[in-house]
């Protein structure tokens, strides 16, 4: 009977991580890049939304990370998604609600949880960016 209600706790508890690890999950866009040769002003990359997930991003707001930031340094981000949906080193995403740009500078498979693990996620750090303009003024979106 003690097995029986011990094993439920911990469904109860695996469920509940999963749905806050959901909860927090927002629409985004890996953002597809396109180098092209522009002429007299050389290469130009430009990018487009490309393939949909959903990942919860969340800023680092330790001490450390404030410290880098009033001396210049980008604002921080840890990035988490669903196991099987891989970032790489210098993925561009979009956040779809507010348009924010991240560029990814860690890999998933860094940090993705174990196989065995109930929560299954992986995530990267990466930091706030801008687009590159396009070489009249315009972002690259």
Not at 43 to 56: L, N, T, V, W
Not at 70 to 98: A, N, P
Not at 114 to 119: A, K, L, N, Q
């Amino acid at each position: 009977m003690a097995e029986r209600f011990r094993n439920a706790a911990e469904r109860m508890e695996d469920d509940q991580s999963m749905s806050l690890v959901d909860e927090m999950m927002v629409p985004c866009h890996l953002m597809d890049k396109t180098t092209v040769n522009g002429g007299i002003l050389g290469r130009q990359d430009s990018y487009a939304p490309g393939a949909a997930f959903d990942a919860a991003i969340v800023k680092d707001n330790t001490l450390q990370a404030r410290i880098a930031e009033k001396q210049g340094v980008t604002e921080l981000y840890t990035i988490t998604t669903r196991k099987g949906f891989r970032l790489v080193f210098h993925d561009v995403i979009k956040r779809d609600s507010d348009g924010a740009i991240f560029r990814v500078t860690s890999n998933t498979k860094d940090s993705e949880a174990p196989e065995r693990s109930t929560i299954k996620t992986g995530s990267v750090s990466a930091e706030r960016w801008e687009l590159p303009n396009d070489g009249n003024g315009n972002s690259a979106q």
